[in-house]
C-alpha cells in the first residue's frame, strides 16, 4: 500500500506559479514512476507530467516550457512547478504513482488549482 498526500493548490492570476507537492509513504520501495494529472469535472483525467525513479521525464505539449516535475527520493516526495499558469490550467490536480511490477496506480486526494484571467 502507497499513501499519497498533496500540496500547495490555490488561486493565482494568470501568469502567476504555484507549486505543487505530493509525499508518499507506505510501501515506497517499489514505487516506480510518480506523476501528476489533472481533471475537470465532465472531463477526463489527463497526464499532465510524469517522471521516473532514474528521473526521466514526460510532459504534456500544453504544459511543455511552463512546468517541470522533479522528485526528491530521499524525501519521498514528488514536486510540480508550475510558471505562466494560464486560465485553462484551472483543475483539481493528482498525484499518482505506479507500484510493483504490474504498476498498480495510487493517487492523491487531490488539490485545486484556479487559475483567473
Known amino acids: 500500500q502507497v499513501q499519497l498526500v498533496e500540496s500547495g493548490g490555490g488561486g493565482v492570476q494568470a501568469g502567476g506559479s504555484l507549486r505543487l507537492s505530493c509525499a508518499a509513504s507506505g510501501s515506497i520501495f517499489s514505487i516506480s514512476t510518480m506523476g501528476w494529472y489533472r481533471q475537470n469535472p465532465g472531463k477526463q483525467r489527463e497526464l499532465v507530467a510524469t517522471i521516473t525513479s532514474g528521473g526521466s521525464t514526460n510532459y504534456a505539449d500544453s504544459v511543455k516550457g511552463r512546468f517541470t516535475i522533479s522528485r526528491d527520493n530521499a524525501k519521498n516526495t514528488v514536486y510540480l512547478q508550475m510558471n505562466s499558469l494560464r486560465p485553462e490550467d484551472t483543475a483539481v490536480y493528482y498525484c499518482?504513482?505506479?507500484?510493483?511490477?504490474?504498476?498498480?496506480?495510487?493517487w492523491g486526494q487531490g488539490t485545486q488549482v484556479t487559475v483567473s484571467s
Open positions: 499518482n504513482a505506479k507500484v510493483g511490477w504490474n504498476r498498480i496506480n495510487y
